[in-house]
């Protein structure tokens, strides 16, 4: 299964509502994770099961979606959000497959 | 608190070999699948491998006949063993926790050990 993420990189104001999108090749169900990552940092869940925030994940993060097109919603971005995003599908597996990474930048 | 530690990194000549070791700590380690996951400098996440609590092991297609992983219990350790290294295996290696054998997402990661097959 192939995850396509886009935009590649998504340049947003503090303030102001982000939107990335990730797209399977085939449907995985509801199974779609989100992580952050920010430079020099180790990976981190936000979000799973498509739409289920991890613990301590704050209410501005929100992914929907499920089949093959998923989101994930960040409103009212804040400093600290800026950083890369990525998707993962454990529909079928192995392999894991992961997308290829949507930057948040600061605009 | 969930911890997981990265080690046996480092430079190695193509066709050399290295052993990663994950120390986990803050779960009940027998009971969770634990994979590893690489990122090549400047770019994104690839899943590279994963071991069951049991021992079942899964390999990307990229790694396979290259690379072993294992598991010792009774150490809340996994090895993955890199073999005939090539300059495209350079990435951080990260190990993460599996969430569970029917959800298989990331739910908890080491900080990464850096691997960079050069002469």
């Known amino acids: 299964i192939v995850m396509t993420q886009s935009p590649a990189t998504l340049s947003v104001s503090p303030g102001e509502r982000a939107t990335l999108s990730c797209r399977a090749s085939q449907s995985v169900g509801s199974n779609l994770a989100w992580y952050q990552q920010k430079p020099g940092q180790a990976p981190r869940l936000l979000i799973y099961d498509a739409s289920t925030r991890a613990t301590g994940i704050p209410t501005r993060f929100r992914g929907s979606g499920s089949g093959t097109d998923f989101t994930l919603t960040i409103s009212s971005l804040r400093s600290e959000d800026f950083a890369v995003y990525y998707c993962h599908q454990y529909n079928k597996w192995p392999p894991d497959t992961l997308g290829q990474g949507t930057k948040l930048e600061i605009k | 608190e969930v911890q997981l530690l990265e080690s046996g990194g480092g430079l190695v000549h193509p066709g050399g070999s290295l052993r990663l070791s994950c120390v986990a700590s803050?779960?009940?380690?027998?009971?969770?699948?634990i994979s590893w996951i690489r990122q090549a400098p400047g770019k994104g996440l690839q899943w590279v491998s994963a071991?069951?609590?049991?021992?079942?092991?899964y390999f990307a297609d990229s790694v396979k006949g290259r690379f072993t992983i294992s598991r010792d219990n009774s150490k809340n350790t996994v090895h993955l063993q890199l073999n005939s290294l090539r300059a495209e295996d350079t990435a951080g290696y990260y190990c993460?926790?599996?969430?569970?054998?029917?959800?298989?997402?990331?739910?908890?990661w080491g900080q990464g050990t850096l691997v960079t097959v050069s002469s």
């Open positions: 803050g779960f009940t380690f027998n009971e969770y699948a």
């Open positions: 993460a926790k599996v969430r569970s054998s029917k959800l298989h997402y990331f739910d908890y």
């Open positions: 071991i069951t609590g049991s021992g079942a092991t």
